[in-house]
């Protein structure tokens, strides 16, 4: 396994999930790679990676190192349910000093389309910038606790 791992690339992958993919530590390539629920099913399937498109022929060829994986090389990073980015909009609202703003937020983030209202209050109070720093600054602890969990020397400035 490689001595280090790059804080940025699991921050980045932690940040961009979505529901048909799953992110994890290529240990023997010290690598984070992003595999869909297609190219996992391609490999499952012993399909040939050429009826695929090129960008995702590597993908396939990883997916089954994957399932062929013992638990020995993929690990996989923490998923958005882990992560919950709810609690995080909920704990920046709770942390503001001015009372009608985390009050504007907290009301956001109630009932469907929290998301999306909670960033345009965000945007209309002149708050963005203020949580996406705030948000990295999650991930990024989210993602140092995960690597000391899991044995990991961390390159933070890659």
Known sequence: ???RVKLSAIVEAMEMQFDESHSYLDKQAGEVVMLSDEELAAAEDQGDPADYPQW????IELAKAFHADDGSRFLPLPDRFE????????????????ADQAEA?????QG?????YF?????ELGLAEAWFEFRTGRYRQAALDWC???GL???AEA
């Open 83 to 98: 992560i919950n980015e709810w609690d995080m909009m909920r704990d920046f609202a709770s942390g503001l000093e001015n």
């Open 105 to 109: 937020l907290l009301t956001a983030i």
């Open 148 to 150: 000391q969990e899991n």
């Open 119 to 123: 960033k345009d209050r965000l945007h």
């Open 56 to 59: 995702q022929q590597d993908n």
């Open 153 to 155: 020397e961390v390159d």
């Open 112 to 116: 469907r389309g929290a998301f999306r």
């Open 1 to 3: 396994m490689p001595n």
